[in-house]
Structures are given as C-alpha cells and as structure tokens.
C-alpha cells in the first residue's frame, strides 16, 4: 500500500481538492492537532459516510496556546498519525508549517463573543480566538463540502459553527460523538500525560459526572447536585477542578434555574497531576 | 432593456454565481454602500475587463459607522444607484437587509492590526474592524474569482488585501484608481454634502496636497511640506483637519526620516463644514 500522500502548502492542497471537486467528488475535512486516537479517527469515519473524499489537517496551532500551556510538550508523531488516518479511510493529509499558516506579518484575527466567553474562555482567555482564526484559514484553504469537528470539545464546536454561520463560510459542519475508553474517560491527546495511577483516576470523572446528571435530570436540585460532584471529584484527588457547569445546550448561557427546564450541557474542567482533563454530556430537560 | 436583476438573500446570490462559475465564467466583485458615482462604476468597467460577470454589492454597514456619524443620513437610492450599474455593465445588484447580513444573535468580528491602526483607525476606532468583517462576509457569500476596491480608501484597500492574504480568502483583490471631479476633488458619495461654496473650497485639498508632494519628491524636507499644507487648509477653511501624513506605501508606517527614501502615500483627512473628506496620492522616493 503507498503512504497516505502529504501535502505541505496551500497551493497543492487546493490542486487537488480542486481536481477531486470538478471530478464531482464530495470533500470532507478533518482539523487535527496530531496525537491522533480513536476519536479522530471517527471523525474520519463520519466525513467518508457521506464524502468521497477525506482530508485531515494536522497543525499544532501555537495562537491557541498560553504562554505556560504545553505547546512545546504537545506529542508529535507525523508518520504514525498518518498510517493511522489512511488506516481509517483518509485520502489526503495536509501538514503545514507554522510559516505557511502564519507568515511573517500575520495581522489578522477572527473573534466570536457570546457563546466563547464562559468556562474555557475564562480559563483560556486566549483559546478560542486562537481557535476560530487557525479555523476560518483550514476551512478557506481547503474549501471542503464539509468539515468535522468532536463534541469532546463541546464549547469549541460551537464557537465554530456561529463563526461558519457568522461569516458565511459554505462549509457544512458536522459535529462526531466522543469516543470512550472502556471505563469511560473521553479519549484525549492529553491523557498521555496521566501515570498509570492518574490514568486510573482519570476514569472517575465520567462516572461522577453521569452521577450528577442522574440526578438532575431525575428532577433534583441543580446547584448541590454540581457541588456535590465537584466534592466528588476533590475527594478522588482532582485539583485544581475548573469547572462543573451546567448550560444550555445551544447558546452555552448558565443554568440558573432550581432544577432543570431545557435542553442542556453539562460541562468538567479538571487537572490531574500536571494535566487538564476536560468532558462535557447532554443532559435531557425533565 | 430589462432592469437590473436584484437578489437579497446569500441562497440567491450564490445560485446565480455558481450557474455562471458552473458555466465556465469569470465573476469579480464590486462591493458598495450605493451613493453610487463614477468612481463606482469604473471598478465594475475594471472587473468587466478581464471577467465575464459583474456582481455588484449595496449595503450601507452600520458596523462601520459610530454612533455620532452619518449612517441616518448616508444617501440611499437603489433604483438610481441599479440604473447606473447597468449602465456600466454590472450584471446582478445583491442588495441584502441588515437582518441577512447580521441576523439577531450575530457575534463573530475580523479584525486586521498594523495597517489598521493608524489614520483613520485612529479617528474612527470601529470602522477597519466593521470593514474587515463585512467584506469577509460579502466575499465569501458571492465566492467571486476577483473583487474591486478604490484606492480612494488607500487605507481600507491595504486592510483588505491583509484580511484576505491571512484569511487565505480565495479572491483576487483589484485596485480601481482614484476617480476626480474637473478641480481634481476626488469623487466621493459624501460630496452630495457640501453646499456650493464648500464644494468650491473642498477642490482646494487636492491641490494643496499635490503641492506638498511636489516639494517632497523635488528633495524638500518632509515635516514642513506638511505643516504648510495643514496651514494651507486651515486658511482655505478646513477645520479641524485630522492629517495630513506620509506613510510607507505598503505597510502604512510611518515615515520618519527628513526626507523621502521609500515609495510612500501622502494621505489627507479634513472637515469642511459639516462633512468629513479624505484623499491620498502616490509619492514616488527621490
């Protein structure tokens, strides 16, 4: 079997999804930041359900990192995340340098308000313009029929798709399910990080948080439900916990009601050790 | 002759433009804010020459106006403004509602630093972000090969050109050249402000700059072309005057030596009456 083809500008790859389109083949493009597990790859899966054609990206994108996050740590393995993506159906990986995406100069910045200021956007005041402007240019270059992006980053995938609607780009945007370990931990790039002992911990963050949303969507109280979850999670040695939140599932505005009313999101935010675990589950309106 | 065709909803303006692209024809671009007057209609004659199709844009932004300019009172008259776009050779109006462009729950901005920042995005802070995000929105709504801008806003034409390079917007930007009244007034959709006798003294500016860039490329030193031509325009009744600057021709910085080294713009902001007029010209380096 050849290895995947690699293509490095945007030049070369816009030849060829130019040359797959007037061939009338459907496009689909997946952004990755490498470190590729099961839940990119179902990303993959998904785009070739409905597109001929599959191009993932993989740029570690420094405008979505803060100065002390692990941009320098963040696991790198180009040829292996490549044989994994032409494992899953990939067709085509573009992998530009940091100087083809922003050249010297570089002055432009895409913003979303509303739907990004809270939870990340509070922890990571940087994040989601890094997020929406390395975005809007993967979308622009590659002009996909489709592109799509994981629901384990609930909030980003939002901000994405007001950013799509709000600037009208014409690129459709599909959202793939989180994938799962078998204790449930949402797959991440960053649980490399997590020692065999932390990774056991690790595990427990799904399980209490369903616990609370048991609860709340039973019709019990919202507020001691999500403390009590955040008490859960301290006990299980999670410190600091940004977050344990409960939104609503489209605009993200907080919950203030007693109990539940609409359709909503709850959202965790939690270190382990060194790293930052995050994970976010429907929760169905009583 | 039938009238111009109009569309006003992006579903419109992207049917009509992919049966032309599907067709195998070039489309370019002409976004305005209407008050249209023949520097407009040189641009669609410029997208004309080289595209089989001109589009043509009327939408008066209030993203770019502040809150105590003249966006109640900016002239609108879209039958006189589709006459004379016809006229030119212009082949569809998209004339969309605010509620199209900025729907309720709107919240996405492009903003552009450097080139931005001094000028009139010192005099009028909104206006390059409202510019950005309402021609990012236009282009990718009509998706055209080309698109038209004045040098008559040197300043929004350099803005421009760095929100599409970094966005990587795939459209070609074109220059039209500044167009002028008989007295060298550049043309303008505010110069339906002056009364007579201000539309006499307004023909002044454009005299009084080119004056200055005589002494500046004869040699001269820099900073007292510049201070006479302020005074110049003070006597001749411009008051207040908000510049009339040198700036490198490219990344607008600038220019701080006592005489000219580098290709440079001279740009001019002043108020005669009530009305806000700006020009800028070429200065070529000794």
């Given at each position: 079997m050849t290895p995947l083809?690699i293509?490095?500008?945007?030049a070369?790859?816009r030849?060829?999804?130019s040359a797959?389109?007037r061939?009338?083949?459907?496009?689909?493009?997946v952004?990755t930041m490498g470190?590729?597990?099961?839940g990119?790859?179902?990303?993959?899966?998904?785009?070739k359900?409905?597109?001929?054609?599959?191009?993932?990206s993989?740029?570690?994108?420094?405008?979505q990192?803060?100065?002390h996050?692990d941009?320098?740590r963040?696991?790198?393995?180009e040829?292996g995340d490549?044989?994994?993506?032409?494992s899953?159906g990939?067709?085509?990986?573009f992998a530009?340098t940091?100087d083809v995406?922003?050249?010297?100069g570089?002055a432009t910045?895409?913003?979303v308000?509303?739907v990004s200021a809270p939870?990340?956007?509070e922890m990571?005041?940087?994040?989601?313009?890094?997020?929406?402007?390395?975005?809007a240019?993967?979308?622009?270059q590659?002009?996909p029929?489709a592109?799509a992006?994981?629901?384990?980053?609930?909030q980003?995938?939002?901000v994405?798709?007001?950013m799509?609607?709000?600037?009208d780009?014409?690129?459709?945007i599909?959202?793939g399910e989180?994938?799962?370990?078998?204790?449930?931990?949402a797959?991440s790039?960053r649980?490399a990080?997590?020692?065999?002992a932390?990774?056991?911990?690790?595990?427990?963050?799904n399980?209490?948080a369903r616990?609370?949303?048991?609860?709340?969507?039973?019709?019990?109280a919202?507020?001691?439900?999500l403390?009590?979850a955040k008490?859960?999670?301290a006990?299980a040695?999670?410190s600091?916990?940004?977050y344990?939140?409960?939104?609503?599932?489209?605009?993200l505005?907080?919950i203030?009601?007693?109990?539940?009313?609409?359709?909503?999101?709850?959202l965790?935010?939690?270190?382990?050790?060194g790293t930052?675990l995050?994970?976010?589950f429907?929760v169905r309106?009583?």
């Amino acid at each position: 079997m050849t290895p995947l083809p690699i293509v490095r500008t945007v030049a070369d790859l816009r030849a060829q999804v130019s040359a797959w389109k007037r061939a009338g083949l459907r496009v689909g493009l997946v952004p990755t930041m490498g470190a590729l597990h099961a839940g990119h790859l179902s990303l993959v899966t998904l785009v070739k359900r409905e597109h001929d054609k599959c191009v993932a990206s993989l740029f570690v994108n420094p405008k979505q990192f803060a100065a002390h996050e692990d941009l320098d740590r963040y696991p790198r393995d180009e040829a292996g995340d490549a044989a994994l993506l032409q494992s899953a159906g990939c067709d085509l990986l573009f992998a530009p340098t940091v100087d083809v995406m922003y050249p010297t100069g570089f002055a432009t910045a895409v913003t979303v308000s509303g739907v990004s200021a809270p939870l990340e956007g509070e922890m990571r005041p940087h994040f989601f313009g890094g997020v929406a402007t390395v975005v809007a240019k993967l979308l622009l270059q590659c002009l996909p029929d489709a592109a799509a992006f994981g629901e384990k980053d609930y909030q980003q995938l939002l901000v994405i798709r007001k950013m799509v609607a709000d600037l009208d780009i014409p690129v459709e945007i599909l959202a793939g399910e989180t994938v799962r370990e078998p204790d449930g931990l949402a797959m991440s790039s960053r649980n490399a990080y997590l020692t065999p002992a932390q990774r056991e911990t690790a595990g427990l963050l799904n399980v209490i948080a369903r616990d609370a949303i048991a609860r709340i969507e039973a019709g019990g109280a919202i507020s001691p439900a999500l403390s009590e979850a955040k008490a859960a999670l301290a006990a299980a040695g999670f410190s600091p916990i940004d977050y344990v939140a409960l939104h609503d599932a489209t605009t993200l505005a907080e919950i203030r009601t007693p109990t539940l009313q609409q359709a909503a999101r709850l959202l965790v935010a939690a270190h382990l050790g060194g790293t930052r675990l995050i994970d976010n589950f429907a929760v169905r309106s009583v």
